[in-house]
């Protein structure tokens, strides 16, 4: 399985700024996920990032809100711009790892974003 | 589309009892199915998937689930709880293994 880090881990943004998540794998990916976890809810995928392409955004989600960067195989970023507290949530990134025929997917351990 | 329903967004039982917590998924092609277990504060881990093959089957920390296609149920079950059991849990489902779509979560309680 892949070993995902996500910096940073928490912080706390007042509304109308913008915060940067980035997403670290220790080894390439094809495909990378952004996924949202509301307060006491469950996850909802925001994006799919595939390097070389643009970012495949789901219905509710905009690349103005939540521009996302796929330099490269390892790495990936999120930014939540012109944070409402709406917005405070954790966001998690994934990887779809194993063989062509298990597409399991592994997460990171999470940004807990809080907006004041 | 897809979509998973979590029946019953709380769970309790006690130490040594059987453990169920019950998923209903909808799919329009053969789907993919996973149990995820969510500590406190942590990230989600992977306890088992169902991709093709045995129905049955097996994952970490003596969990299993059987995918039941008549019943589009994937269930996960373990015979004895364990006071470190308790966490919350989602069931997804994946078409084509792209993205997931997971279920409202089920909180397992386990009393000593």
């Known amino acids: 399985s892949a070993v995902i880090s996500q910096k940073p881990s928490r912080d706390i943004c007042q509304r109308g700024t913008s915060l940067t998540i980035q997403c670290q794998v220790d080894s390439q990916v094809t495909m990378m996920f952004w996924y949202r976890q509301q307060p006491g809810q469950s996850l909802t995928l925001i994006a799919t990032?595939?390097?070389?392409?643009?970012?495949?955004?789901e219905s509710g989600f905009v690349i103005d809100k939540f521009p996302i960067s796929r330099p490269n195989l390892t790495f990936s970023t999120l930014t939540v711009s012109n944070m409402s507290p709406e917005d405070s949530s954790i966001y998690l990134c994934?990887?779809?790892?194993?063989?062509?025929?298990?597409?399991?997917?592994?997460f990171g351990p999470g940004t807990r974003l809080t907006v004041t | 589309a897809q979509s998973v329903t979590q029946l019953g967004s709380h769970v309790s039982v006690s130490e040594g009892a059987l453990v169920l917590l019950r998923c209903n998924y909808s799919s329009s092609v053969p789907p993919y199915l996973f149990w995820y277990v969510q500590y406190p504060n942590q990230g989600l881990q992977l306890l088992l998937k169902y991709t093709t093959g045995a129905t049955l089957v097996k994952g970490i920390n003596g969990f299993e689930a059987e995918f039941k296609k008549s019943e589009t149920s994937f269930h996960l079950t373990k015979p004895s709880a364990h006071m470190s059991d308790a966490a919350e849990y989602f069931c997804a489902v994946s078409e084509y293994g792209n993205k997931l779509v997971f279920g409202a979560g089920t909180i397992l309680r386990v009393k000593s």
């Open positions: 990032a595939n390097q070389g392409s643009e970012a495949t955004y």
């Open positions: 994934s990887v779809r790892g194993g063989t062509g025929s298990s597409y399991e997917q592994y």
